[in-house]
């Protein structure tokens, strides 16, 4: 082979919540569970992942309760137990946690303005900065990767997690990294080699 790969990660953003469907920011571990619909996107999602044959060595999960429970179909319908991993959760964003932005701006206008100004270094209290987190995703990716060397996995994860993932893998500007879609239910896959890593496909969903 020209290029040697060393691990190939496919990415399942979560199935839908009611905050996801109310567009609300939120960093709760516990709270809220994945609706019907979003049940629904995960057993499309593995009915895709069973009979496309995508072959699995090991199926990883964020701890958030929405997460567990999307990789707990998974596992059950590719008949293959799952792991968390504790580190790999959503990033934080503190008093605007369960807010929609239309509500960040009528409660906090001048947190929302120096936002826009500067997105990649503006937190709110409690919150994390996406600099430090797209770091610490990558941190941790790149510590999956060299524990799992030339295996297949799927990560059951968020959908900041997967633009992180995508932004350091393609070395996209940090500014332009939220203008990467990631719906529920849906799975991007990146193929990472030694100097390099390849976007396969992002954002797909079974029709």
Known sequence: MLFKRKCKITFIRHGSTINTEENRLFDDESYPAINSNGKEEIEKISEWVKEKGLKI??????????????????????????????????????????????????????????YHE?????????????????QKINNIINN??????????????????????????LNIPLCNQFKVYIPTGSATQISYFEDFASLVYSAYIPI
């Open 118 to 134: 500067n997105p990649e270094n503006y937190c709110p209290e409690g919150g994390e900065t996406a600099i430090d987190y797209n």
């Open 144 to 169: 999956i990767i060299e524990n799992n060397l030339h295996k297949r996995l799927i990560i059951i994860t968020h959908g900041e997690v997967i633009q992180a993932a995508i932004a350091n893998a």
């Open 57 to 114: 060595d090991k199926i990883y999960a964020s701890p958030a309760l929405r997460t567990v429970q999307s990789a707990r179909i998974l596992s059950e319908i590719c008949n293959l137990e799952f792991e968390i991993l504790n580190d790999l959760n959503s990033r934080k964003v503190g008093l605007w946690s369960g807010l929609s932005f239309d509500e960040i701006e009528k409660k906090f206008p001048n947190m929302l303005e120096a």
